[in-house]
C-alpha cells in the first residue's frame, strides 16, 4: 500500500472549518484514500474514503485532487469533540488489504 | 448488534504471568484483526483473520502472542509470559469481505494492557 504524509499537528477554531491535508504521491489506481479519527482511549473511527471523486457524509468531505496525489479532509463546522487524531490511509480493498496506520495529524478545535 | 465488543477494557498484570484477550466483531463481518498501538504511535497490524483461518502475521507478533478464533466468531489474543514492553491498547477491527474485495473496518474501544 502507499504511503501517505500528514502534518503533526494542526488547530482551528470551534465553529470553523478544518482542512486536514494528506500527500499519498505514490497512490496506485486501484487504492482508496481513508480516513478515520481516534478520539482519545477509543478506538479509531471510520469517517469517509473516495477513490477519485469527492465525497460528502454526515461527518465529513473529502476532497481528492485529479491527479489523485493529495487529498484534505474537511470538517466543515468544527466542534470540541472533533478534537482528536486524524489518520489518512491509503488502501485497496483487495482481498489481502489491510489497514496501514501512520501517526496521523493531532486536530485541536479551540473555544 | 452494537458494534465490536473488546473485554477487558483495562488490564493490569504482573511480568511473567500470562493474559488473554477476547474479541467480539460484528455478527456479520468474515475478518477479523487485531492491531496494537503505543502511547504516540498509529495502531500497528499484528494479524488477521478470516472466518476462522489466520491469514497473516505481522512480524511484531512474537512467539509469546497466540490468537485463534475457533469457530470464525469471536477471537481470542493471548500473550504469554508478559514483559513490560508488552504494555499497550490492544484494538481488534472486523470487516466484511466479499467477492475479493474488503469493505470499511469497525474498530471496538481497545483493550489497554499495563505490565508491571
Known amino acids: 500500500d502507499a504511503k501517505t504524509t500528514q502534518p503533526p499537528s494542526m488547530d482551528c477554531a470551534e465553529g470553523r472549518a478544518a482542512n486536514l491535508p494528506c500527500n499519498h504521491s505514490?497512490?496506485?489506481?486501484?487504492?482508496?484514500v481513508y480516513w478515520y479519527r481516534q478520539i482519545h482511549s477509543q478506538g479509531p473511527q471510520y469517517i469517509i474514503h473516495?477513490?477519485?471523486n469527492n465525497e460528502t457524509n454526515e461527518m465529513a468531505s473529502l476532497i481528492i485532487t485529479e491527479d489523485r496525489k493529495s487529498s484534505t479532509l474537511i470538517l466543515p463546522h468544527a466542534t470540541l469533540r472533533d478534537t482528536a487524531v486524524y489518520y489518512c490511509?491509503?488502501?485497496?480493498?483487495?482481498?489481502?488489504?489491510?489497514?496501514?496506520f501512520g501517526k496521523g495529524i493531532t486536530l485541536s478545535v479551540r473555544p | 448488534d452494537t458494534g465490536v465488543s473488546q473485554d477487558p477494557r483495562h488490564k493490569i498484570t504482573k511480568r511473567g504471568q500470562n493474559v488473554t484477550f477476547r474479541c467480539d466483531p460484528i455478527?456479520?463481518?468474515?475478518?477479523l484483526y487485531w492491531y496494537r498501538q503505543t502511547l504516540g504511535q498509529g495502531p500497528e497490524f499484528l494479524t488477521y483473520?478470516?472466518?476462522?483461518?489466520?491469514?497473516?502475521k505481522s512480524r511484531l507478533l512474537s512467539d509469546r502472542f497466540s490468537a485463534e478464533r475457533p469457530k470464525g466468531s469471536f477471537s481470542t489474543l493471548e500473550i504469554q509470559r508478559t514483559e513490560q514492553g508488552d504494555s499497550a491498547m490492544y484494538l481488534c477491527?472486523?470487516?466484511?469481505?466479499?467477492?475479493?474485495?474488503?469493505?470499511?473496518?469497525?474498530f471496538g474501544s481497545g483493550t489497554r494492557l499495563t505490565v508491571v
Open positions: 505514490t497512490i496506485s489506481g486501484n487504492e482508496y
Open positions: 490511509i491509503v488502501s485497496s480493498l483487495g482481498a489481502n488489504s489491510k489497514l496501514t
Open positions: 483473520f478470516q472466518n476462522e483461518a489466520q491469514l497473516e
Open positions: 455478527s456479520e463481518h468474515n475478518r
Open positions: 473516495g477513490l477519485k
Open positions: 477491527a472486523s470487516s466484511a469481505s466479499t467477492g475479493g474485495r474488503n469493505y470499511g473496518y469497525t
